[in-house]
């Protein structure tokens, strides 16, 4: 489903974006193409005022200037008076026919009533604008015409420029930004697929996370299911075996009820309805207070209990007396049941100026650097066949829930001389910055 949800996503966006980029790429090829051509044109009538200027202003034009103008310029001139034109040739020959294409300007001028803009006899000179005349061959000229009309007289002028590089700059323009367009629809879709992968990522995380969870929920409720169905039978076969099965399966009922408070309070945490009666707490006096309570988890296996405390008084914490009560049960009850019988159990308590620090060390079998990644994940275990009974892999699950409700951090580390560590971070109280929770006491839901 994921996989899909990434193509059609990454399809989305790289069709989007890319009309978007391949809209804007053809905008600036048309806007580069009409600079092209305002250019040329331009340029065409520089040259067309000053040629005319330089005619108009000489008594005599010779063909050898003519000649020079044409091939610098790249144009072709036609000087007339009184209808009866110079017997200058050309200096070069285009691919049509020169009197051809002088007749097509003549006619676009007709065409555009150019020739009765100066009516009858009436003295006066006026520039025609600047056509676009194809040949032939589809090669592609500007031309304009002068005419000047004076005391009986008529001098008219015409001239072409041929745009020998137009064909080639188009199609080098075209080949540029069709380059530079189909570059940036590569560089879009890695682009578009960097950020849908890494959009995508947390919902496929948690799609493993809830299948990896909905597998082994379903492998811890079989197991106690099992014995209870088979010790029912048994017991409805032959009434007399109660005494034997009841046991076993009011323990696996037990047990079942275990691991559904332990899902309906990570359900809770997920749904962020958990509700915290913070207030400050003397961190010293506080587990103090709960000493026996946690030493009680590890009589079960003649483990001693130990609480170390520094010298000096340790400053307050904010937070929930019964929910941190709880989270040090966990980190209690989990070192001692992977701790071998008549090994040490301590809770040692260092701080420093923002921030109180509970270590929960143990000494038995050690957590490896590849497990240390997974030990927070919900139903994960070390112990891949689950032959320990007594624990879900839910205990740290809750307990790190339980953290973040306190702002704090938890972490796991190896003990000096075998086993494990988990340390506990929680943030100094600051008055300023949590408030007088301890007059309010006012029960509010984190979420």
Same mark, same amino acid.
């Given at each position: 489903?994921?996989?899909?949800?990434?193509?059609?996503?990454?399809?989305?966006?790289?069709?989007?974006?890319?009309?978007?980029?391949?809209?804007?790429?053809?905008?600036?090829?048309?806007?580069?193409?009409?600079?092209? /051509?305002?250019?040329?044109? *331009? @340029?065409?009538?520089? =040259?067309?005022?000053? &040629?005319?200027?330089?005619?108009? !202003?000489?008594?005599?034009?010779?063909?050898?200037?003519?000649?020079?103008?044409?091939?610098?310029?790249?144009?072709?001139?036609?000087?007339?008076?009184?209808?009866?034109?110079?017997?200058?040739?050309?200096?070069?020959?285009?691919?049509?026919?020169?009197?051809?294409?002088?007749?097509?300007?003549?006619?676009?001028?007709?065409?555009?009533?150019?020739? /009765?803009?100066?009516?009858? *006899? @009436?003295?006066?000179? =006026?520039?025609?604008? &600047?056509?676009?005349?194809?040949? !032939?061959?589809?090669?592609?000229?500007?031309?304009?015409?002068?005419?000047?009309?004076?005391?009986?007289?008529?001098?008219?002028?015409?001239?072409?420029?041929?745009?020998?590089?137009?064909?080639?700059?188009?199609?080098?323009?075209?080949?540029?930004?069709?380059?530079?367009?189909?570059?940036?629809?590569?560089?879009?879709?890695?682009?578009?697929?960097?950020?849908?992968?890494?959009?995508?990522?947390?919902?496929?995380?948690?799609?493993?996370?809830?299948?990896?969870?909905?597998?082994?929920?379903?492998?811890?409720?079989?197991?106690?299911?099992?014995?209870?169905?088979?010790?029912?039978?048994?017991?409805?076969?032959?009434?007399?075996?109660?005494?034997?099965?009841?046991?076993?399966?009011?323990?696996?009922?037990?047990?079942?009820?275990?691991?559904?408070?332990?899902?309906?309070?990570?359900?809770?945490?997920?749904?962020?309805?958990?509700?915290?009666?913070?207030?400050?707490?003397?961190?010293?006096?506080?587990?103090?207070?709960?000493?026996?309570?946690?030493?009680?988890?590890?009589?079960?296996?003649?483990?001693?209990?130990?609480?170390?405390?520094?010298?000096?008084?340790?400053?307050?914490?904010?937070?929930?007396?019964?929910?941190?009560?709880?989270?040090?049960?966990?980190?209690?009850?989990?070192?001692?049941?992977?701790?071998?019988?008549?090994?040490?159990?301590?809770?040692?308590?260092?701080?420093?100026?923002?921030?109180?620090?509970?270590?929960?060390?143990?000494?038995?079998?050690?957590?490896?650097?590849?497990?240390?990644?997974?030990?927070?994940?919900?139903?994960?275990?070390?112990?891949?066949?689950?032959?320990?009974?007594?624990?879900?892999?839910?205990?740290?699950?809750?307990?790190?829930?339980?953290?973040?409700?306190?702002?704090?951090?938890?972490?796991?580390?190896?003990?000096?001389?075998?086993?494990?560590?988990?340390?506990?971070?929680?943030?100094?109280?600051?008055?300023?910055?949590?408030?007088?929770?301890?007059?309010?006491?006012?029960?509010?839901?984190?979420?």
């Amino acid at each position: 489903m994921v996989k899909q949800l990434r193509r059609k996503l990454v399809g989305a966006y790289v069709l989007a974006t890319g009309l978007l980029l391949s809209l804007i790429v053809t905008g600036l090829l048309l806007l580069s193409l009409k600079q092209y /051509e305002t250019n040329n044109i *331009s @340029r065409y009538q520089t =040259v067309f005022g000053n &040629v005319v200027d330089t005619i108009r !202003d000489s008594n005599k034009i010779s063909h050898m200037w003519l000649a020079q103008s044409e091939i610098s310029e790249n144009i072709m001139i036609s000087v007339s008076s009184n209808s009866v034109p110079l017997s200058f040739k050309g200096a070069w020959k285009p691919l049509t026919d020169r009197d051809r294409l002088f007749e097509k300007l003549n006619h676009f001028a007709e065409q555009d009533g150019f020739f /009765e803009e100066i009516p009858g *006899s @009436r003295p006066g000179e =006026v520039r025609s604008p &600047v056509y676009s005349i194809y040949g !032939d061959q589809r090669e592609h000229y500007y031309g304009s015409i002068y005419l000047k009309k004076a005391y009986g007289t008529e001098q008219k002028i015409l001239i072409l420029k041929a745009l020998t590089d137009e064909k080639e700059v188009y199609r080098n323009s075209v080949l540029l930004y069709f380059s530079i367009n189909l570059m940036g629809l590569v560089i879009l879709f890695f682009i578009c697929r960097t950020f849908v992968n890494h959009s995508l990522k947390p919902l496929e995380t948690g799609l493993k996370r809830q299948s990896e969870f909905i597998a082994a929920a379903s492998h811890e409720l079989r197991a106690p299911l099992t014995v209870i169905r088979a010790g029912i039978h048994a017991v409805s076969m032959d009434e007399g075996k109660a005494k034997q099965f009841l046991p076993g399966i009011e323990k696996e009922g037990e047990r079942m009820t275990v691991l559904i408070d332990d899902l309906l309070q990570l359900a809770s945490a997920d749904a962020g309805t958990w509700t915290m009666r913070a207030e400050p707490l003397m961190t010293d006096t506080f587990l103090i207070s709960n000493y026996d309570a946690l030493a009680e988890l590890c009589r079960k296996k003649n483990q001693p209990f130990e609480l170390r405390l520094p010298e000096e008084e340790l400053p307050e914490v904010c937070g929930d007396r019964q929910r941190l009560m709880q989270l040090l049960t966990i980190l209690t009850d989990n070192a001692s049941s992977y701790s071998p019988e008549g090994s040490t159990i301590a809770v040692i308590v260092r701080s420093d100026a923002k921030h109180v620090f509970i270590e929960v060390e143990d000494h038995g079998c050690g957590i490896s650097e590849e497990d240390k990644k997974r030990v927070f994940d919900r139903f994960y275990r070390a112990d891949k066949s689950r032959n320990d009974k007594s624990h879900y892999g839910l205990g740290l699950s809750i307990a790190v829930e339980l953290v973040k409700l306190h702002h704090g951090k938890l972490t796991v580390k190896d003990t000096d001389g075998g086993g494990s560590t988990f340390v506990l971070q929680l943030p100094v109280w600051d008055p300023q910055r949590d408030g007088d929770v301890g007059s309010r006491k006012k029960e509010k839901g984190i979420r």
